[in-house]
């Protein structure tokens, strides 16, 4: 195992594909910082012209995440070449076929892909994100990690990231051509952060639901205690508004696809790509709240009853540390990737390479 991994280090090492890659991830995020710094200083009122940066501690944090997060929504594309390209050719030049005749077992080769794949978008994450801090740093922008909490978070972000490249690796292994694993990881490169921009879009607890009602219905017996209303108006508003107006077909069928997988990420931790710093809201979220959403419904549906944020503030699930978040991200992630690793090598295992 360690001879194959050696020789697998030593040819990611000799890719110029792999350096190219390296090379983008070290200069887009500078550009990125530098044109972003421009866009927040431009002065048009007297001719073009740029002025100082002029930007509190949340909005610092913010850019500082985003820019360095970027690497999930931009290395994906990359990454499924790399290791279709890298791997596939080992079908067509035979040297699958030479490690198993020089006495290496199918799971050393195996494990052998799937470890050098992940230690190179590893390295990969890193660069981007070293490269982005010092171009957040050197634009000018300032660099602030949160006391160094951000760091958890980008390990998180590689952790979900290390999904895809268990993806692509046991694709562009279980297919002897290239066209077909290569097709197939482009697409699920492309296509990932659209998903998980749906499936993100239902990540509200089910019991931050049930707390919001309670303490809405507690609201209407205020309401009728006080004599705004009358039981019979009441009890059909609240019968009206209930947990399937407030959360929707969707949620039902995609608030479980959320639960169990790593998609939603890029939502949960604002890390929707450089197109997400166009956003109205520029401020690191030092919590995830649900609130918003009941609030937008509350408004939508009519509900009488307010919710104040003294009473959100005391419903179960309507808030989450990203502490937690992290570890719940960082489990399902690793789930998914024994899951995947495991199947492709009962395919691996049969496949005739002779």
Request: glycine share 8%; with cysteine.
């Amino acid at each position: 195992m360690l001879k194959l991994l050696g020789f697998e280090f030593r040819r990611i090492f000799k890719s110029i594909f792999f350096w190219i890659i390296a090379g983008f991830s070290v200069i887009w995020p500078v550009l990125t910082a530098v044109l972003y710094r421009a866009l927040i200083t431009l002065d048009l009122s007297d001719g073009i012209k740029f002025g100082p940066v002029r930007l509190g501690t949340d909005e610092i944090q913010y850019l500082t995440w985003m820019i360095a997060v970027a690497f999930i929504t931009e290395l994906p594309k990359f990454i499924a070449l790399f290791t279709c390209l890298h791997i596939g050719r080992d079908y067509s030049d035979g040297i699958i076929r030479n490690k198993i005749i020089s006495g290496h077992s199918r799971i050393a080769i195996y494990g052998s892909y799937i470890v050098t794949q992940m230690v190179a978008t590893i390295c990969l994450c890193v660069i981007y994100i070293a490269s982005a801090l010092f171009g957040v740093a050197v634009s000018g922008i300032g660099v602030d990690l949160n006391g160094g909490e951000m760091f958890a978070r980008f390990a998180t972000a590689i952790v979900v990231f290390l999904v895809m490249t268990v993806s692509f690796t046991v694709l562009a292994v279980i297919f002897r051509r290239r066209a077909l694993p290569l097709i197939l990881s482009i697409l699920i490169a492309l296509s990932s952060n659209a998903v998980a921009s749906v499936i993100g879009y239902f990540n509200t607890p089910g019991k931050a639901c049930d707390g919001y009602l309670e303490v809405r219905n507690e609201n209407y017996e205020e309401l009728v205690e006080l004599g705004y209303l009358d039981d019979d108006t009441a009890d059909e508003l609240i019968e009206k508004n209930d947990k399937d107006a407030y959360m929707g077909i969707g949620w039902k069928i995609f608030h479980p696809v959320y639960v169990v997988s790593p998609f939603g990420f890029e939502g949960d931790y604002q890390a929707g790509g450089v197109t997400s710093l166009i956003s109205n809201s520029i401020e690191y979220q030092k919590e995830l709240d649900f609130s918003n959403h009941f609030i937008t419904q509350s408004f939508m549906l009519d509900d009488m009853a307010q919710v104040t944020p003294q009473q959100y503030r005391k419903i179960d699930s309507m808030q989450i540390s990203y502490d937690e978040l992290n570890w719940i991200y960082i489990g399902k992630s690793v789930a998914w990737m024994t899951v995947i690793a495991a199947y492709g090598f009962v395919v691996f295992r049969k496949k005739n390479m002779f």
